[in-house]
């Protein structure tokens, strides 16, 4: 009720300017790019083709977040779309009645103004779902702008193409390896967007990655990322001994952000050396861990690893239910030739693309592919602190 009446009393001010659409489309700030081709009056934007990853709840969470970190005010305890009111109204709001009414408006215009900004930066720089021709869904980030044909016809159209593709790469896979219902690690990317656009974006998202969910720290997301808003290369969470984490033989014990933090690692090692398949990858939802060697093979098999081997990060990846379904006890020459031929065109497991290479398995392989994985996510984590 607060902000109502304090939004109705500033709608009655007569210092507000009003935009029409015309001056928007006008401003000089806006792109404009002539067009070559003046039979493109007819194209126009459909919204239906493109949705946010998060909704506008969700959004008003990390924005309050950022609000009362700016003010030096206690943080919310947790993000959660059901208590949205509840937690404006004990964070926010109940405070705000108790102040003047020039002291609501001031507070009430800066969260609005900080609500504009965060999500102009989080419509230019977040990925959204896109679907293609064949309606399918992947994520992009594929930045709007106003096209204007010789005739002088205006339309808002999206690009062919992501502005930043490993960006949107390293997104979409905290999108799929994160809570869905949170999504932390938005509330420190807003924060550096704010103060510095995207400049230099990507790899801060590396670094904020890399420290933020790579590291032994058992302190709540939202606590680690209220320091890294406070201090965007917070030093205070060290990365964890991969050689530790990968040699734990856990079997599908492993948490699948390791594999879906590997499969970024290997795109934006490989991408341009592997092919077009490589490169036409996308992050999607897996939730199941494949044993490459079988726990319980169907028949004899000579390519298969000892029992000691079995449940290493070397013999595994991740896959959705239905492939490990089909894969299932299956001999590995079986797998391997399912593999090659589902993955022509685009590889759905870079990492599991990396072991069919191999025409064999046994221990000695399974065990090198892991070493080589070790060894791609220290040179990774080399790179990203050398760039920081």
């Known amino acids: 009720m607060v902000i109502r009446d304090v939004l109705l009393e500033l709608g009655t001010q007569q210092d507000l300017r009003h935009h029409s659409l015309d001056d928007i489309l006008n401003d000089e700030t806006l792109l404009t790019e002539p067009s070559n081709n003046a039979s493109e009056n007819n194209e126009a934007y459909e919204a239906d083709d493109v949705r946010s990853i998060i909704g506008f709840s969700m959004l008003l969470q990390h924005v309050l977040r950022l609000f009362l970190l700016h003010q030096q005010r206690d943080d919310i305890s947790k993000i959660l779309d059901k208590e949205l009111l509840q937690i404006f109204q004990t964070h926010w709001l109940a405070g705000l009645a108790q102040c003047e009414k020039s002291e609501q408006a001031n507070q009430i215009r800066r969260f609005i103004e900080l609500l504009w900004r965060c999500r102009y930066l989080f419509d230019k720089h977040i990925i959204k779902w896109i679907s293609d021709d064949a309606n399918e869904e992947s994520h992009g980030i594929r930045r709007l702008r106003v096209n204007e044909n010789r005739n002088g016809y205006q339309s808002l159209i999206r690009a062919s193409r992501d502005a930043d593709s490993g960006f949107a790469m390293l997104q979409s896979m905290l999108y799929h390896s994160q809570q869905l219902t949170t999504h932390y690690w938005l509330t420190p990317l807003l924060s550096y967007l704010l103060n510095h656009g995207g400049e230099s974006a990507h790899r801060y998202l590396q670094y904020l990655d890399n420290h933020l969910l790579c590291s032994g720290s058992e302190q709540p997301l939202i606590e680690r990322t209220r320091a890294f808003v406070l201090n965007p290369w917070c030093d205070s969470y060290p990365i964890r001994d991969m050689q530790a984490v990968l040699r734990a033989d856990e079997g599908t014990g492993f948490s699948h952000y390791w594999f879906y933090k590997l499969e970024y690692i290997l795109w934006e090692h490989y991408r341009f050396q592997k092919g077009n398949a490589w490169q036409a990858f996308r992050m999607t939802a897996r939730n199941s861990v494949e044993h490459v060697s079988p726990q319980q093979p169907e028949h004899f098999d000579s390519n298969r690893v000892s029992s000691e081997i079995l449940d290493c990060f070397g013999n595994l990846g991740l896959v959705s239910r239905s492939i490990n379904s089909e894969y299932g006890n299956k001999p590995y020459v ?55």
């Open 334 to 388: 079986e797998k391997r030739a399912r593999f090659i031929e589902r993955n022509q065109s685009r590889v759905d497991s870079l990492k599991l693309a990396l072991i069919y290479e191999n025409e064999q398995w046994n221990d000695v392989l399974a065990l090198a592919h892991q070493q080589q994985m070790l060894e791609e996510y220290n040179a990774y984590f080399s790179e990203v602190e050398l760039g920081k």
